[in-house]
């Protein structure tokens, strides 16, 4: 049986939500307990965490220089061309259970959306689809140098933006993502990321979905030829003209009253959802014998 991942607090009193537990509390409730004293120590120096570079994590050098800022600057409008040309030669098979997100798209109720990271190009042109009908979402995008990409494109969508770091700003997130979620926006989130372990849920779309009371939607999705990219999760981008198969499961609602200790069987439920849905998607797409 594979060894369940645990969390702790490290020096700067953040989340670490891919460091392997030294003795400290469960995942979930160290957010929680993050989440309900307002995530500062009481004798340490107020920092403002309202400011992208003071949730950069500190593990990595990179910052947005003058010179970062002009490749942005100018390679930005060439990326999103690629993409919108790259995706508009997709061809989108069948979307089963497409029925689920329709009274998300249609009324005011909101979710939380989740499919893992190697799936992000294929996943949030879905989101995209709902957007244009209305859908009021969010993404979760990390606080490193290489989510100012996936910031600007999803503002260009018409999509809102919160960034935060596993490592340092993960309750401040979890902060943020409460605010959205009162103003009506559902949170989008890759459920396995931004680090891994692939196909790893994370607990934090959990705890979020227990505290605000959404149900999670997750999404599985497959297809025929795809370009993998040699990194931890596989990044898939499908070739052009590549058919696709996506599945939308059924809300999956996190009691309010669930004690933090038993979210782990939840986290487990929606992460077997996701493998389920993915699994779905191939054998409608290559058949069982295929997948």
Known sequence: M?????????RHRFDTANSVSQGGMPPCESIFRQFETGFILRNSP???FDSIESRRSTSSRRRMGRARRLYYFLGLPVLRGLIRLLTATYRVERVIGAEHIEPFI???????????????????????S??????????LVSGSVDGEVPERIARAWGAEVIRGSANQSGALALRDMQRMMKNGFSIVTTADGPRGPKYEFKPGAILMARIAGVPIIP??????????????????????????????????????????DGLESHRIAVQEAVMSLMADSENTLHGPEEA
């Not at 594979?2 to 490290?10: E, G, M, R």
């Not at 990219?229 to 070739?239: A, E, S, T, Y």
Request: proline share 8%; hydrophobic share 40%.
């Open 2 to 10: 594979k060894k369940q991942a645990q969390y702790y607090i490290d």
């Open 46 to 48: 107020r920092k403002d």
């Open 106 to 128: 249609s009324g005011e109720a909101i979710c939380a959306p989740c499919y893992w990271h190697q799936h992000h190009v294929v996943g949030s042109t879905l989101i995209r």
């Open 130 to 139: 709902w957007l244009q009908r209305g859908f009021k979402a969010c993404f």
């Open 219 to 260: 999404i599985g999705c497959a297809a025929d030829r795809a370009w993998y990219l040699n990194r931890w999760d596989d990044f898939m981008v499908p070739k052009p003209f590549a058919r696709i198969v996506l599945a939308i499961g059924a809300p999956y609602p996190i009691p309010s009253d669930a004690p933090l």
